[in-house]
């Protein structure tokens, strides 16, 4: 596909805020795509040269992206980094700089979508000496052949956001227009599809190629992560049992965990560790990969389970905002297994020695889940558990688990098979009231004094009734200045634009946040601000779409 083409149907993508006309124009140019290009452009619309859990990167900043535009043009880096603060668009940038370009190249090739994505899918092999300045030749030589609008995207798609507004949700119904029928049985058939797979571009061709049997084929496969069954959060333990089965029978309890929510892949000697988010941080875990290896009996499976660390001396569980260190370390190892051991509580399985349990029943999987592990204490365990039998019993258990330092119980109902990525009902957590709130950062103000070179004033925001982000308090203490620093780092690839000091920013950065009180408030568009509201820890585990909702806010603003 020429890239000019692919460029065309981007702006028609983003001259359209209207989610209905959006999946139409996707679907039909899904239609008149070539069965090679679909995946292509399933994945680049929505900015993903790699998927989530694919371990590659593509290792381009804004900096190197600039650098890049520079050698392709030569207009000036200061020319260029002065659009893109009034633009607040690199890829704006882009375009002008080669509209207003000093040089040409005497050499260029077509331009084509296949190009652009296997150049930029190559740049994660660069390793070593000289790799950046790589980078920045290769990111060039596609800018150098590009006309503005190429540009503009070629830039976008480095970076990883395409500004088009094309999410999964809008993904999935434009391929149930395109190759199904577009009811919402269709849509439900590609959405059950990409949670077992997390791959938009393979959901697209077979829903092309084999239709909605094809999808119902698709099943989980290992070393590819499918998404997590989420739980609701009930409002009381008496609420949750009511509300996660009709018969007491089904009601299973467990301890609720503060730590990382984890997938175990294993296959043979093959083992694989990735988070909620589909990260693989099997590196950072070679403890846990030892541990299943010794104990795992199930030649091939894939447990889902929680990790939790453990103060060495004391064997008190830590908060997960120490715990988390260990997930992002990625230098001396070693040095973290010793200074944080972890537990690994396994609660379910969803594949066993070949055979796929999604559609299984919750006490058939644990049943399974027994015979694929052998239990060994303060190394691999099953997560502590009991059936209900009583209401008193029921709160005891649920006592125990604070008592032990946990964050609660899970409820879950053993007639239900698992859904994955849905927060369905048939599994719920009970936390005391007035928990942190887990918001997302929609806008930065620049410190003053001693803090004037860090981004130290943050507006949070929880998902509205649409879906969307409404604020609800500014964030400035809690943070030490290390903590702070590194915050800034990962805000500042995300401005979007700027206005004085303050900055707007694509909300993706998700923090664990405490407060006082919930106050109503007409200041912010939720209608409510956190009263002192303290910086806790950078919930990497969560993406944008996990944040609490209003309705989660209203309930304990009422119960206060």
């Known amino acids: 596909m020429e890239y000019a083409e692919f460029a065309t149907f981007c702006d028609r993508l983003a001259a359209t805020d209207a989610d209905l ?20 452009v399933v994945a680049t619309v929505r900015g993903k040269v790699f998927e989530p859990w694919e371990t590659a990167e593509i290792g381009v900043s804004s900096g190197l992206t600039v650098d890049a535009i520079d050698t392709a043009t030569g ?25 207003h370009e000093t040089q040409q190249s005497l050499f260029s090739e077509p331009l084509t979508l296949e190009r652009v994505y296997e150049t930029l899918r190559e740049l994660a092999e660069f390793d070593g000496e000289g790799s950046q300045d790589r980078r920045v030749g290769e990111v060039a030589g596609l800018i150098a052949d590009s006309d503005p609008d190429e540009a503009r995207y070629v830039v976008r798609t480095a970076l990883g956001h395409m500004r088009l507004g094309v999410g999964d949700g809008t993904m999935r119904d434009a391929v149930a227009a395109a190759f199904l029928d577009g009811s919402g049985a269709a849509s439900e ?31 989980v496969e290992l070393f590819r992560p499918v998404q997590t069954m989420l739980a609701k959060k009930a409002e009381g333990l008496g609420d949750g049992i009511d509300d996660v089965a009709d018969e007491a029978d089904d009601v299973h309890l467990e301890y609720k965990y503060d730590g990382a929510r984890v997938q175990i892949h294993v296959d043979g000697d093959d083992i694989r560790v990735y988070t909620r988010r589909l990260e693989d941080v099997t590196p950072q875990f070679p403890d846990v990969v030892e541990a299943v290896s010794e104990h795992v009996t199930a030649k091939r499976c894939l447990l889902d389970g929680e990790l939790v660390g453990y103060e060495p001396e004391t064997g008190d569980p830590i908060p997960f905002q120490e715990f988390s260190r260990r997930i992002k370390r990625k230098y001396d190892i070693a040095e973290m297994v010793e200074r944080i051991p972890v537990t690994l509580y396994l609660f379910d399985v969803l594949s066993h020695d070949g055979d796929s349990l999604f559609e299984t029943p919750l006490r058939d999987r644990l049943d399974r889940l027994d015979r694929a592990f052998e239990p060994d204490a303060g190394v691999i ?36 098979m698992y859904q994955p990525g849905e927060r369905v009902g048939y599994m719920v957590k009970v936390k005391p009231v007035m928990e942190p709130l887990d918001l997302v950062v929609t806008r930065a103000q620049w410190s003053e004094g001693r803090r004037s070179d860090y981004l130290g004033r943050l507006f949070l925001g929880c998902r509205d009734r649409d879906g969307e982000f409404a604020e609800i308090g500014r964030l400035s203490t809690g943070y030490t ?46 209608g409510y601000a956190l009263r002192f509201p303290r910086f806790l820890d950078v919930r990497d585990d969560l993406s944008p779409a996990d944040v609490d909702t209003i309705e989660r806010v209203e309930t304990l603003f009422e119960d206060q």
Not at 80 to 88: A, D, K, L, N, P
């Open 21 to 40: 006309e959006q999946v139409r124009i996707l679907a039909d140019w899904l239609t008149e795509t070539d069965a090679d290009t679909v995946p292509l």
């Open 75 to 99: 207009v000036g880096v200061d020319r260029i980094e002065r659009v893109w603060s009034e633009t607040g668009d690199l890829g704006d940038a882009a375009a002008w700089a080669v509209e």
């Open 189 to 219: 058939a590609v959405e059950r599809a990409h949670q077992v797979t997390n791959d938009y571009g393979l959901v697209a061709t077979t829903a092309r190629d084999d239709g909605r049997d094809g999808l119902a084929a698709l099943d």
């Open 381 to 416: 365990e099953r997560a502590t558990h009991r059936a209900r039998e009583t209401d008193t019993s029921a709160n005891d258990f649920y006592q125990d688990a604070l008592a032990a330092g946990h964050e609660g119980v899970m409820l879950k109902n053993l007639a239900a």
């Open 481 to 526: 200045d290390e903590e702070l620093a590194a915050l800034t780092d990962k805000l500042t690839a995300l401005i979007v634009s700027e206005d004085g000091r303050m900055v707007d920013l694509r909300p993706e950065v998700v923090l664990e946040v405490e407060y006082e009180a919930i106050q109503q408030s007409p200041e912010y568009g939720s």
